[in-house]
């Protein structure tokens, strides 16, 4: 008994440690909104080489990108949007080659009925907020940006008019509309809103204002601090 241990351990193979660098594990699946495109990392080796991936499950499109990429499907399903260092990529789904656009400081999807605006600011150019529709690829840029922040399927903007006026807008990219929420001598600060932005909260002339559509045009003031607040 003795003597067939000792064979066995004998004749059992040695690990090969150079396999641990070809070991693979993967990481971060997302999946379009219908269900057909997949993405997702492939790690080779001890977290040492990363690998993208964008799928087709209903088919044999495949595309491989090197290094650890967010990947961000719009929620028509059209294309997938992603970052490399400072270059923004829109890839329509199914082809292989993207659309890509330098010097991108960062962006965001707005979702929308008939699909998604793509917005995306630039280095040396961080007062103009840039969009591209991805229904019909149609784009517009907003000058004199100071922020914005995305409201529902709107966006709320704050323009600088001169050096001492500045607006406050309610945006809708899909049907080509805005609305004026405030004007006034200082930027509108601390901006808030109800869940189905219907009322928007902000600060602004040491003043707090609410603008609530249903009940007035126009912002109503709420409550004047003192001079020695901020």
Same mark, same amino acid.
Request: charged letters at 20%.
């Given at each position: 008994?003795?003597?067939?241990?000792?064979?066995?351990?004998?004749?059992?193979?040695?690990?090969?440690?150079?396999?641990?660098?070809?070991?693979?594990?993967?990481?971060?699946?997302?999946?379009?909104? +219908?269900?057909?495109?997949?993405?997702?990392?492939?790690?080779?080796?001890?977290?040492?080489?990363?690998?993208?991936?964008?799928?087709?499950?209903?088919?044999?499109?495949?595309?491989?990108?090197?290094?650890?990429?967010?990947?961000?499907?719009?929620?028509?399903?059209?294309?997938?949007?992603?970052?490399?260092?400072?270059?923004?990529?829109? @890839?329509?789904?199914?082809?292989?080659?993207?659309?890509?656009?330098?010097?991108? +400081?960062?962006?965001?999807?707005?979702?929308?009925?008939?699909?998604?605006?793509? @917005?995306?600011?630039?280095?040396?150019?961080?007062?103009? *907020?840039?969009?591209?529709?991805?229904? +019909?690829?149609?784009?517009?840029?907003?000058?004199?940006?100071?922020?914005?922040?995305?409201?529902?399927?709107?966006?709320?903007?704050?323009?600088?008019?001169?050096?001492?006026?500045?607006?406050?807008?309610?945006?809708?990219?899909?049907?080509?509309?805005?609305?004026?929420?405030?004007?006034?001598?200082?930027?509108?600060?601390?901006?808030?809103?109800?869940?189905?932005?219907?009322?928007?909260?902000?600060?602004?002339?040491?003043?707090?204002?609410?603008?609530?559509?249903?009940? +007035?045009?126009?912002?109503?003031?709420?409550? *004047?601090?003192?001079?020695?607040?901020?």
């Amino acid at each position: 008994m003795v003597s067939q241990v000792l064979l066995c351990l004998a004749q059992k193979k040695v690990l090969d440690t150079t396999a641990i660098a070809k070991w693979q594990s993967v990481d971060g699946g997302k999946i379009s909104g +219908n269900g057909n495109w997949v993405s997702y990392q492939v790690i080779t080796g001890n977290h040492a080489q990363f690998n993208t991936i964008i799928k087709s499950l209903s088919g044999r499109n495949e595309i491989e990108l090197p290094g650890s990429v967010d990947i961000s499907f719009t929620t028509d399903s059209r294309y997938a949007v992603f970052k490399e260092g400072n270059k923004l990529n829109i @890839l329509k789904l199914g082809e292989q080659s993207p659309k890509s656009i330098s010097d991108v +400081n960062s962006f965001d999807l707005l979702h929308t009925g008939s699909g998604d605006f793509i @917005l995306y600011t630039k280095s040396g150019r961080s007062n103009d *907020l840039y969009s591209i529709a991805s229904d +019909n690829g149609s784009e517009k840029t907003y000058h004199e940006v100071i922020n914005y922040r995305i409201l529902g399927q709107s966006l709320l903007i704050t323009f600088k008019k001169s050096d001492d006026s500045y607006e406050l807008q309610q945006i809708y990219p899909e049907r080509s509309k805005s609305k004026l929420i405030y004007a006034g001598m200082s930027v509108p600060e601390n901006i808030s809103s109800s869940n189905d932005g219907t009322k928007i909260l902000f600060k602004s002339q040491n003043k707090l204002w609410l603008f609530n559509e249903a009940e +007035n045009p126009k912002p109503v003031q709420l409550h *004047l601090f003192s001079k020695f607040c901020t």
